[in-house]
Protein backbone atom coordinates (compact mmCIF):
# COMPACT_ATOMS: atom_id res chain seq x y z
CA UNK A 1 0.00 0.00 0.00
CA UNK A 2 2.94 2.14 0.89
CA UNK A 3 4.47 1.89 -2.53
CA UNK A 4 1.17 2.22 -3.86
CA UNK A 5 0.55 5.91 -2.30
CA UNK A 6 4.59 6.43 -2.84
CA UNK A 7 4.05 5.98 -7.03
CA UNK A 8 1.13 7.54 -6.83
CA UNK A 9 3.10 10.41 -5.68
CA UNK A 10 5.86 10.85 -7.81
CA UNK A 11 3.22 9.98 -10.79
CA UNK A 12 1.85 13.15 -9.87
CA UNK A 13 5.07 15.58 -9.19
CA UNK A 14 6.26 14.28 -12.46
CA UNK A 15 2.60 15.48 -13.93
CA UNK A 16 3.44 18.91 -12.68
CA UNK A 17 6.41 19.06 -14.06
CA UNK A 18 5.84 18.16 -16.99
CA UNK A 19 4.87 21.59 -19.41
CA UNK A 20 1.94 21.72 -21.71
CA UNK A 21 3.63 23.34 -24.55
CA UNK A 22 0.25 25.12 -25.32
CA UNK A 23 0.08 26.80 -21.72
CA UNK A 24 2.80 29.10 -22.66
CA UNK A 25 3.20 28.94 -26.77
CA UNK A 26 1.62 28.85 -29.86
CA UNK A 27 2.77 27.00 -32.66
CA UNK A 28 5.32 29.58 -34.17
CA UNK A 29 8.68 30.03 -34.45
CA UNK A 30 10.55 33.21 -32.49
CA UNK A 31 13.94 33.56 -33.92
CA UNK A 32 16.57 35.46 -32.17
CA UNK A 33 19.43 37.07 -33.96
CA UNK A 34 22.10 38.18 -31.54
CA UNK A 35 25.87 39.87 -32.12
CA UNK A 36 28.43 37.93 -29.73
CA UNK A 37 31.60 40.25 -29.52
CA UNK A 38 34.57 41.00 -27.14
CA UNK A 39 37.83 38.82 -25.72
CA UNK A 40 38.70 36.00 -23.37
CA UNK A 41 38.50 38.64 -21.20
CA UNK A 42 35.24 40.45 -21.61
CA UNK A 43 32.72 39.28 -23.75
CA UNK A 44 28.92 40.99 -24.85
CA UNK A 45 25.86 39.96 -26.75
CA UNK A 46 23.56 42.56 -28.51
CA UNK A 47 20.34 41.73 -29.73
CA UNK A 48 19.99 42.34 -33.18
CA UNK A 49 16.66 41.37 -34.90
CA UNK A 50 13.64 39.29 -33.93
CA UNK A 51 11.77 37.41 -36.84
CA UNK A 52 8.72 35.05 -36.58
CA UNK A 53 8.27 31.81 -38.77
CA UNK A 54 5.03 29.82 -39.17
CA UNK A 55 5.28 26.46 -37.63
CA UNK A 56 7.46 25.20 -34.23
CA UNK A 57 9.67 22.40 -35.54
CA UNK A 58 11.66 22.30 -32.31
CA UNK A 59 10.75 19.79 -29.03
CA UNK A 60 7.48 20.04 -27.64
CA UNK A 61 8.47 17.94 -24.41
CA UNK A 62 11.70 19.02 -21.83
CA UNK A 63 10.90 22.68 -22.43
CA UNK A 64 12.47 23.86 -19.39
CA UNK A 65 15.75 21.06 -19.01
CA UNK A 66 18.47 20.92 -20.95
CA UNK A 67 20.11 17.73 -21.24
CA UNK A 68 23.73 19.10 -21.44
CA UNK A 69 24.57 22.13 -20.04
CA UNK A 70 26.57 23.26 -23.87
CA UNK A 71 29.27 26.15 -23.68
CA UNK A 72 26.26 28.80 -23.22
CA UNK A 73 22.03 28.65 -22.97
CA UNK A 74 18.97 30.89 -24.11
CA UNK A 75 16.45 30.52 -21.41
CA UNK A 76 13.17 31.99 -21.86
CA UNK A 77 10.86 33.32 -18.56
CA UNK A 78 7.39 34.00 -18.80
CA UNK A 79 7.89 37.59 -17.67
CA UNK A 80 4.55 37.31 -15.22
CA UNK A 81 5.55 33.98 -13.28
CA UNK A 82 9.02 34.60 -13.78
CA UNK A 83 9.38 30.73 -14.43
CA UNK A 84 11.89 28.79 -16.69
CA UNK A 85 9.01 28.07 -19.47
CA UNK A 86 12.22 26.83 -22.24
CA UNK A 87 15.88 26.22 -22.70
CA UNK A 88 18.45 25.41 -25.30
CA UNK A 89 21.77 24.74 -25.07
CA UNK A 90 24.40 25.83 -27.87
CA UNK A 91 28.09 25.87 -28.85
CA UNK A 92 29.37 28.71 -31.28
CA UNK A 93 32.53 29.66 -33.11
CA UNK A 94 32.53 32.55 -30.64
CA UNK A 95 33.36 30.06 -28.20
CA UNK A 96 36.39 28.81 -30.00
CA UNK A 97 37.57 32.00 -31.38
CA UNK A 98 37.75 32.53 -27.38
CA UNK A 99 40.21 29.71 -26.96
CA UNK A 100 43.07 31.33 -29.46
CA UNK A 101 45.62 33.38 -28.45
CA UNK A 102 44.87 36.18 -30.58
CA UNK A 103 41.66 36.36 -28.56
CA UNK A 104 43.44 37.59 -25.77
CA UNK A 105 44.46 41.20 -26.97
CA UNK A 106 42.17 41.80 -30.03
CA UNK A 107 38.49 41.92 -30.46
CA UNK A 108 35.85 40.05 -32.50
CA UNK A 109 32.42 40.28 -33.08
CA UNK A 110 29.96 36.78 -34.59
CA UNK A 111 26.73 36.32 -35.72
CA UNK A 112 24.37 33.66 -33.70
CA UNK A 113 21.03 32.90 -34.51
CA UNK A 114 18.91 30.56 -31.90
CA UNK A 115 14.83 29.37 -32.43
CA UNK A 116 12.66 29.19 -29.61
CA UNK A 117 9.25 28.60 -29.58
CA UNK A 118 6.65 31.22 -30.03
CA UNK A 119 5.47 33.08 -26.71
CA UNK A 120 1.82 33.29 -25.84
CA UNK A 121 2.74 36.12 -23.40
CA UNK A 122 5.50 38.90 -22.51
CA UNK A 123 8.69 37.07 -21.56
CA UNK A 124 12.17 37.29 -20.83
CA UNK A 125 15.49 36.29 -22.25
CA UNK A 126 18.53 35.48 -21.02
CA UNK A 127 21.95 34.79 -23.04
CA UNK A 128 23.85 32.77 -20.98
CA UNK A 129 27.76 31.26 -21.07
CA UNK A 130 30.22 29.72 -19.40
CA UNK A 131 34.05 30.87 -18.79
CA UNK A 132 36.90 29.03 -19.03
CA UNK A 133 36.19 27.46 -15.39
CA UNK A 134 32.11 26.72 -16.34
CA UNK A 135 31.13 29.46 -13.95
CA UNK A 136 27.50 31.50 -15.62
CA UNK A 137 27.78 34.16 -16.69
CA UNK A 138 24.82 36.13 -18.43
CA UNK A 139 25.46 38.07 -21.43
CA UNK A 140 21.93 39.53 -22.15
CA UNK A 141 18.95 39.74 -20.39
CA UNK A 142 16.03 41.57 -22.58
CA UNK A 143 12.00 41.94 -22.41
CA UNK A 144 9.97 39.92 -25.49
CA UNK A 145 6.31 41.14 -26.37
CA UNK A 146 4.98 38.65 -29.15
CA UNK A 147 2.42 41.18 -29.66
CA UNK A 148 5.72 43.45 -31.18
CA UNK A 149 5.10 44.84 -34.50
CA UNK A 150 8.24 45.31 -35.03
CA UNK A 151 8.65 41.17 -34.93
CA UNK A 152 9.86 40.70 -38.28
CA UNK A 153 8.11 38.01 -40.67
CA UNK A 154 9.78 37.01 -43.41
CA UNK A 155 7.99 35.12 -46.58
CA UNK A 156 7.44 31.11 -46.20
CA UNK A 157 9.54 29.35 -48.70
CA UNK A 158 8.62 27.91 -52.03
CA UNK A 159 7.11 24.38 -51.29
CA UNK A 160 9.14 23.50 -54.09
CA UNK A 161 12.47 24.24 -52.69
CA UNK A 162 11.86 21.54 -49.92
CA UNK A 163 12.51 18.24 -50.77
CA UNK A 164 10.97 15.23 -48.04
CA UNK A 165 14.21 12.45 -48.09
CA UNK A 166 12.52 10.57 -45.14
CA UNK A 167 9.57 10.99 -43.28
CA UNK A 168 8.64 10.31 -39.41
CA UNK A 169 5.87 7.83 -37.78
CA UNK A 170 5.45 9.82 -34.59
CA UNK A 171 4.01 12.83 -33.61
CA UNK A 172 6.71 15.00 -32.04
CA UNK A 173 9.46 14.38 -34.69
CA UNK A 174 13.07 15.52 -34.90
CA UNK A 175 13.44 17.96 -37.82
CA UNK A 176 16.42 17.90 -39.92
CA UNK A 177 17.40 19.83 -42.82
CA UNK A 178 20.16 18.98 -45.28
CA UNK A 179 21.03 22.24 -47.43
CA UNK A 180 22.75 22.97 -50.74
CA UNK A 181 25.64 25.31 -50.66
CA UNK A 182 27.77 26.12 -53.59
CA UNK A 183 25.55 23.93 -55.98
CA UNK A 184 24.00 25.96 -58.78
CA UNK A 185 20.57 25.28 -60.26
CA UNK A 186 21.61 22.31 -62.73
CA UNK A 187 23.44 20.86 -60.12
CA UNK A 188 20.50 20.28 -57.55
CA UNK A 189 20.42 16.43 -59.22
CA UNK A 190 23.84 16.03 -57.68
CA UNK A 191 22.64 18.18 -54.18
CA UNK A 192 19.26 15.49 -53.68
CA UNK A 193 21.46 12.26 -54.44
CA UNK A 194 24.24 13.60 -52.05
CA UNK A 195 21.21 14.23 -49.16
CA UNK A 196 19.44 10.95 -49.31
CA UNK A 197 23.42 9.33 -49.38
CA UNK A 198 23.79 11.36 -46.06
CA UNK A 199 20.73 9.73 -44.83
CA UNK A 200 21.20 6.74 -45.40
CA UNK A 201 24.75 6.36 -44.08
CA UNK A 202 23.56 8.33 -41.33
CA UNK A 203 20.51 5.20 -40.30
CA UNK A 204 23.80 2.64 -40.52
CA UNK A 205 25.08 4.09 -37.47
CA UNK A 206 22.51 2.48 -34.44
CA UNK A 207 22.31 4.90 -32.00
CA UNK A 208 20.21 6.61 -35.40
CA UNK A 209 18.62 3.42 -36.92
CA UNK A 210 17.31 2.82 -33.84
CA UNK A 211 15.05 6.28 -33.83
CA UNK A 212 14.78 6.27 -37.24
CA UNK A 213 10.74 6.12 -36.85
CA UNK A 214 11.45 9.85 -35.06
CA UNK A 215 13.21 11.85 -37.87
CA UNK A 216 11.77 13.90 -40.60
CA UNK A 217 14.65 14.69 -43.50
CA UNK A 218 14.45 16.98 -45.95
CA UNK A 219 16.14 18.46 -48.53
CA UNK A 220 16.27 22.56 -48.97
CA UNK A 221 17.31 23.28 -52.75
CA UNK A 222 19.47 26.57 -51.52
CA UNK A 223 20.84 27.76 -54.95
CA UNK A 224 23.68 29.27 -55.57
CA UNK A 225 25.33 31.42 -58.31
CA UNK A 226 28.60 29.76 -58.40
CA UNK A 227 29.84 26.16 -58.15
CA UNK A 228 32.18 25.18 -55.12
CA UNK A 229 32.80 27.00 -51.90
CA UNK A 230 35.61 29.67 -50.85
CA UNK A 231 39.04 28.52 -50.12
CA UNK A 232 41.51 31.36 -49.32
CA UNK A 233 44.58 28.51 -48.44
CA UNK A 234 44.74 29.04 -52.37
CA UNK A 235 42.79 32.03 -53.29
CA UNK A 236 39.43 30.50 -54.61
CA UNK A 237 36.22 33.23 -53.67
CA UNK A 238 33.22 31.83 -55.00
CA UNK A 239 29.87 33.61 -55.08
CA UNK A 240 28.04 30.72 -52.60
CA UNK A 241 24.85 31.20 -51.25
CA UNK A 242 25.98 30.19 -47.62
CA UNK A 243 29.19 32.50 -47.83
CA UNK A 244 30.88 29.59 -46.28
CA UNK A 245 34.40 28.81 -46.38
CA UNK A 246 37.67 27.03 -45.93
CA UNK A 247 40.36 28.41 -43.50
CA UNK A 248 38.26 29.30 -40.09
CA UNK A 249 40.88 30.17 -37.45
CA UNK A 250 43.73 29.90 -40.43
CA UNK A 251 42.46 25.42 -40.17
CA UNK A 252 43.15 24.11 -43.76
CA UNK A 253 40.28 22.04 -43.10
CA UNK A 254 38.24 23.69 -40.98
CA UNK A 255 34.57 24.43 -43.12
CA UNK A 256 32.57 27.12 -41.87
CA UNK A 257 30.05 29.72 -42.17
CA UNK A 258 29.65 32.91 -39.86
CA UNK A 259 26.77 34.49 -42.03
CA UNK A 260 24.64 32.78 -39.72
CA UNK A 261 21.40 34.98 -40.42
CA UNK A 262 21.89 34.61 -44.00
CA UNK A 263 21.82 31.08 -42.97
CA UNK A 264 18.43 30.99 -41.61
CA UNK A 265 17.16 33.28 -43.74
CA UNK A 266 17.31 30.60 -46.77
CA UNK A 267 15.97 28.14 -43.98
CA UNK A 268 12.82 30.43 -43.22
CA UNK A 269 9.50 28.91 -43.19
CA UNK A 270 11.05 25.55 -44.31
CA UNK A 271 10.63 23.04 -41.33
CA UNK A 272 13.93 22.90 -40.07
CA UNK A 273 15.35 22.44 -36.51
CA UNK A 274 19.26 20.72 -36.90
CA UNK A 275 21.09 21.76 -40.02
CA UNK A 276 23.14 19.53 -42.04
CA UNK A 277 25.07 21.84 -45.10
CA UNK A 278 26.69 20.08 -47.84
CA UNK A 279 29.29 22.16 -49.52
CA UNK A 280 30.17 20.99 -53.17
CA UNK A 281 33.80 20.46 -52.89
CA UNK A 282 36.42 17.58 -52.85
CA UNK A 283 38.14 19.16 -50.69
CA UNK A 284 38.79 17.43 -47.49
CA UNK A 285 36.86 18.99 -44.40
CA UNK A 286 34.39 20.35 -42.64
CA UNK A 287 32.75 21.60 -38.96
CA UNK A 288 30.32 20.56 -36.61
CA UNK A 289 28.77 23.24 -33.88
CA UNK A 290 26.39 22.30 -30.90
CA UNK A 291 22.91 23.37 -32.19
CA UNK A 292 24.03 25.34 -34.48
CA UNK A 293 24.89 22.90 -37.92
CA UNK A 294 27.24 20.43 -39.45
CA UNK A 295 28.71 21.34 -42.64
CA UNK A 296 31.09 19.73 -44.54
CA UNK A 297 32.36 18.44 -48.42
CA UNK A 298 30.05 16.21 -50.28
CA UNK A 299 32.00 15.18 -53.31
CA UNK A 300 34.95 13.53 -50.80
CA UNK A 301 35.69 9.97 -50.81
CA UNK A 302 35.14 9.85 -47.16
CA UNK A 303 32.44 12.55 -47.32
CA UNK A 304 29.53 10.19 -45.67
CA UNK A 305 31.33 9.03 -42.58
CA UNK A 306 32.69 12.32 -42.14
CA UNK A 307 29.03 13.98 -42.25
CA UNK A 308 28.15 11.51 -39.53
CA UNK A 309 31.04 12.55 -37.21
CA UNK A 310 30.50 16.08 -37.51
CA UNK A 311 26.69 15.13 -36.90
CA UNK A 312 27.69 13.65 -33.72
CA UNK A 313 28.71 17.66 -32.99
CA UNK A 314 26.49 19.43 -33.81
CA UNK A 315 23.38 17.12 -32.73
CA UNK A 316 24.72 15.72 -29.95
CA UNK A 317 27.36 17.46 -28.30
CA UNK A 318 29.95 14.88 -29.08
CA UNK A 319 33.67 15.78 -28.44
CA UNK A 320 36.55 14.90 -30.83
CA UNK A 321 38.23 11.80 -29.87
CA UNK A 322 41.83 12.63 -31.94
CA UNK A 323 43.70 15.27 -31.21
CA UNK A 324 46.55 17.03 -33.55
CA UNK A 325 49.05 19.53 -32.72
CA UNK A 326 47.86 22.33 -35.09
CA UNK A 327 44.51 22.49 -33.93
CA UNK A 328 43.53 25.66 -32.81
CA UNK A 329 40.92 25.20 -30.11
CA UNK A 330 39.82 21.52 -29.57
CA UNK A 331 39.80 20.28 -26.13
CA UNK A 332 41.23 23.00 -23.72
CA UNK A 333 39.99 21.81 -20.93
CA UNK A 334 41.65 21.14 -17.41
CA UNK A 335 42.06 18.54 -15.36
CA UNK A 336 40.35 20.35 -12.56
CA UNK A 337 36.89 20.66 -14.89
CA UNK A 338 35.20 18.04 -15.93
CA UNK A 339 33.53 18.61 -19.28
CA UNK A 340 30.37 19.12 -20.35
CA UNK A 341 30.89 16.85 -23.65
CA UNK A 342 30.02 12.87 -22.68
CA UNK A 343 32.65 11.62 -23.94
CA UNK A 344 35.71 13.00 -23.03
CA UNK A 345 36.84 13.45 -19.33
CA UNK A 346 39.49 14.85 -17.01
CA UNK A 347 38.07 11.97 -14.14
CA UNK A 348 37.65 15.75 -12.08
CA UNK A 349 33.87 14.02 -11.71
CA UNK A 350 34.28 10.79 -13.74
CA UNK A 351 31.11 9.32 -11.83
CA UNK A 352 29.22 11.85 -14.41
CA UNK A 353 30.55 9.96 -17.52
CA UNK A 354 30.65 6.51 -18.34
CA UNK A 355 32.17 5.13 -14.93
CA UNK A 356 28.89 2.76 -15.03
CA UNK A 357 29.76 1.65 -18.12
CA UNK A 358 33.13 -0.07 -17.50
CA UNK A 359 33.75 -3.81 -16.37
CA UNK A 360 34.06 -3.49 -12.74
CA UNK A 361 38.21 -4.40 -13.27
CA UNK A 362 39.04 -1.89 -15.52
CA UNK A 363 41.74 0.19 -14.27
CA UNK A 364 41.19 4.00 -14.22
CA UNK A 365 43.12 5.28 -16.46
CA UNK A 366 43.44 1.99 -19.02
CA UNK A 367 46.43 1.41 -21.21
CA UNK A 368 46.28 1.39 -24.39
CA UNK A 369 47.95 -1.79 -24.90
CA UNK A 370 44.87 -3.09 -23.24
CA UNK A 371 42.42 -1.92 -25.81
CA UNK A 372 41.55 -5.77 -26.84
CA UNK A 373 40.77 -6.51 -23.07
CA UNK A 374 38.67 -3.64 -22.52
CA UNK A 375 35.89 -2.70 -25.20
CA UNK A 376 35.40 0.59 -23.22
CA UNK A 377 38.34 2.27 -20.78
CA UNK A 378 39.52 5.07 -19.67
CA UNK A 379 42.16 5.56 -22.40
CA UNK A 380 44.86 8.62 -23.26
CA UNK A 381 43.63 9.66 -26.46
CA UNK A 382 44.08 13.30 -26.18
CA UNK A 383 48.10 13.57 -25.74
CA UNK A 384 48.84 16.88 -23.46
CA UNK A 385 45.46 17.60 -22.66
CA UNK A 386 45.01 15.51 -19.66
CA UNK A 387 41.58 14.54 -21.29
CA UNK A 388 40.38 10.94 -21.40
CA UNK A 389 38.42 8.67 -24.39
CA UNK A 390 36.20 5.92 -24.06
CA UNK A 391 37.89 3.96 -26.99
CA UNK A 392 39.96 4.14 -30.04
CA UNK A 393 37.07 2.67 -32.24
CA UNK A 394 34.75 5.42 -32.23
CA UNK A 395 33.15 7.21 -35.16
CA UNK A 396 34.21 10.27 -33.19
CA UNK A 397 37.86 8.99 -33.46
CA UNK A 398 38.43 7.93 -36.95
CA UNK A 399 36.75 7.53 -40.27
CA UNK A 400 37.50 3.98 -40.35
CA UNK A 401 35.26 2.99 -37.73
CA UNK A 402 31.82 1.60 -38.60
CA UNK A 403 30.02 2.99 -35.91
CA UNK A 404 29.74 5.30 -32.55
CA UNK A 405 31.57 3.55 -29.47
CA UNK A 406 29.05 2.55 -26.83
CA UNK A 407 29.81 5.73 -24.80
CA UNK A 408 28.71 8.04 -27.54
CA UNK A 409 26.14 5.64 -28.67
CA UNK A 410 24.31 5.96 -25.37
CA UNK A 411 24.78 10.02 -25.61
CA UNK A 412 23.06 10.15 -28.49
CA UNK A 413 19.99 7.77 -27.67
CA UNK A 414 19.66 9.60 -24.61
CA UNK A 415 19.57 13.11 -26.33
CA UNK A 416 17.30 11.70 -28.99
CA UNK A 417 14.67 10.51 -25.97
CA UNK A 418 15.00 14.09 -24.79
CA UNK A 419 13.76 15.30 -27.74
CA UNK A 420 11.10 13.15 -28.00
CA UNK A 421 9.36 12.22 -24.80
CA UNK A 422 8.70 13.64 -21.28
CA UNK A 423 11.20 12.88 -18.96
Do not use: C
Given at each position: MKRFVLLTLLLFVNFLNAQNFNEFFEDKTLRLDYIFAGNSEKQHAFLDEIIQYENWYGRKVNLNKVLLEGNGQIRVKD???????????????????????????????????????????????????????????????????????????LPKSS????????????????????????FTKEEMPLFISKAKD??????KHKAFANHEEVFTIVAIETVSQESGVSNPH????????????????????????????NLHNQLAGTPYDHIIILANTDIYGGGGIFNAYTLTTSNHKKFAPVVVHEFGHSFAGLADE??????????????????????????????????????????????????????????EGLEGTGLYIPSHDCRMKTNEATDFCPVCQRAIEQLIEFYTKQQ
Open positions: AKSKQIIYKQSFSTLFHEWLTLDVAKNENKSFENTFLVPFPKNEVFVEVVTFDKNRKEVILLNHKVNPKDILIKKNEKVKVIQKAKTENPIYVAIVAEGVAEELFTNHWKNSVLKSNFGTFYSERYLTTSRIKYFYAVDVFENTETNQIEPWEQNITSLANFDLKWKNMLQKETPIPTEIKDLDKYRIGVY
